[in-house]
């Protein structure tokens, strides 16, 4: 337990006497002794020695030292010890301070450090107790949770397996459908090919009339020109034979189509 700051406060060490220094006192030089030793005397002397005593005991000690700086001295002297002191005392009630704030915090690591040790076991202790009763009912809602997440894992799979399903057929329908207007579009260009083969083919065909028209014209045409030219050949001689023979003149002409 830390102590009180009364009972761990230690006196501070006296302050050192002061040494008087011992001084023999001097041995007045020897006065004279007057033969006349009459009574008015001697208490005439007296008078004159207790005076010097009073005034000389007002501002000197019987050393001769002035009492007031020597009385400044010594508190002066004083005070110094007394502050020194006051210092020394501070300190060490920080220090003590100090030692009993570290000792406080460690006991109450310790003690926090011990309760917590003990609240853990505590609570290893309540578990495991908690555990031993409450085994097979822990058990069993593993295997419900087991089973559950299992369940859960077969129709996250099965779902899984519907989508990318789904997925492969639109993909297929995508295709088959792109294949189809591919396959239209083919016919299409195919049938307007064919369509334009077609027209060709009909345009050679009647060019091909027209060129054959063309030449049985022009053949019958040479054929007439052959005929009427053998016939005008014909004429020729016949009229040369008939200007021999004075034959009438026949005329003849090309017939216009």
Do not use: C, H, W, Y
């Not at 020897?30 to 030793?37: E, G, H, Y």
């Not at 007002?58 to 508190?75: A, P, T, V």
């Not at 003690?111 to 003990?118: A, G, L």
């Not at 030219?229 to 026949?250: D, V, Y």
């Amino acid at each position: 337990m830390p102590r009180s700051p009364r009972s761990s406060r230690s006196r501070s060490p006296p302050s050192p006497p002061v040494k008087k220094s011992k001084k023999k006192k001097k041995s007045k030089s020897p006065r004279r002794r007057s033969r006349d030793r009459s009574p008015n005397k001697k208490s005439s002397r007296r008078d004159r020695g207790r005076s010097r005593s009073r005034s000389r005991s007002r501002s000197r000690d019987r050393f001769g030292r002035n009492i007031s700086k020597r009385i400044e001295r010594e508190r002066e002297r004083a005070e110094d010890q007394e502050k020194r002191r006051k210092v020394e005392e501070e300190k060490r009630i920080d220090e003590e301070r100090q030692r009993r704030k570290r000792q406080e915090e460690l006991e109450s690591k310790l003690i926090e450090e011990e309760t917590t040790k003990r609240v853990e076991e505590l609570v290893a202790m309540r578990v495991e107790e908690e555990l031993r009763k409450r085994k097979d009912e822990i058990e069993a809602e593993v295997l419900r949770r087991v089973e559950e997440v299992k369940q859960n894992m077969e129709k996250q799979m099965l779902e899984e397996l519907e989508r990318k399903r789904a997925i492969q057929e639109a993909e297929e329908e995508r295709k088959k459908e792109e294949k189809e207007a591919e396959q239209r579009k083919l016919e299409s260009i195919m049938e307007e090919n064919n369509k334009k083969i077609l027209e060709a083919q009909q345009k050679l065909d009647e060019e091909r009339l027209q060129m054959i028209e063309q030449r049985r014209k022009i053949e019958e045409e040479r054929r007439e020109l052959e005929m009427a030219q053998r016939k005008a050949e014909k004429l020729q001689q016949e009229t040369l034979l008939n200007r021999k023979g004075n034959r009438p003149r026949l005329s003849f002409g090309l017939k216009s189509k």
